[in-house]
Nanobody, 115 residues
Framework: QVQLVESGGGLVQAGESLRLSCAAS????????MRWFRRGPGIQRELVAG???????NYGDSAKGRFTISRDSTPNAVYLQMNSLKPEDTGVYYC?????????WGQGTQVTVSS
């Protein structure tokens, strides 16, 4: 089993920054992909950013140029640095780990950006 715990959400004003963290524990394989998803008003779930075990990254269109995903292997953690936040970035951000065709989810952390 894998457990994911997110932290770092909060209330900020437009233009400010936040750094989300996700700590992974349990049976973690080296060959996994960690991702951040967002669920927001009118959006069921969208990919924000992902990073493979080898460090290859990909971003959703709304995150490109503003957000940076990174990870540590010891301990197993993934981070999302969010800069120049906009009100439309508001939502619950979920950490996801994909390994051996199994997907694990954290409980989510709320990000609210006021205008």
């Amino acid at each position: 089993q894998v457990q994911l715990v997110e932290s770092g959400g909060g209330l900020v004003q437009a233009g400010e920054s936040l750094r989300l963290s996700c700590a992974a524990s349990g049976s973690i394989l080296s060959s996994n992909t960690m991702r951040w998803f967002r669920r927001g008003p009118g959006i069921q779930r969208e990919l924000v950013a992902g990073i493979s075990g080898g460090g290859t990254t990909n971003y959703g269109d709304s995150a490109k140029g503003r957000f940076t995903i990174s990870r540590d292997s010891t301990p197993n953690a993934v981070y999302l640095q969010m800069n120049s936040l906009k009100p439309e970035d508001t939502g619950v951000y979920y950490c996801n780990l994909l390994q051996s065709r199994t997907s694990y989810w954290g409980q989510g952390t709320q990000v609210t950006v006021s205008s």
